[in-house]
């Protein structure tokens, strides 16, 4: 598995938002967002899923139906995140690659497809 390897703190994703650090729980809570362990243990944000569109920082909008497909499909969200950097043949490269490139589609078709 490839793993997140740009992470940046909580409290550093929410200055680049422009919202107060509390509001990145709800965030992750909503599936908009995901943390993973940072290298002090604490939780911290893959830097690839927060965007710069129309000259400001949002999170990567093709990321919120993912997670919540592989949720519906009964992964835990490190199970999703383990998926979602793990290189998948049918796509050619990780699911979090394909995301990036706007394949969203293509991406919860297989993930769909994981809960059967």
Known sequence: MNEPTDLISVDAAAQLLGIE??????????????????EDGKPA???EIIVKSEGKWEPLDTLPGTLTVLADGGFSPGEAVAWLYTPEAELGQ??????????QHRVNAIASMLAW
């Open 21 to 38: 650090p509390r509001r990145i729980k709800q965030l992750v809570r909503d599936r908009i967002l995901f943390t993973v362990p940072g």
């Open 45 to 47: 944000i893959p830097r």
């Open 94 to 103: 990780t699911p979090m690659q394909a995301l990036l490139e706007g394949r």
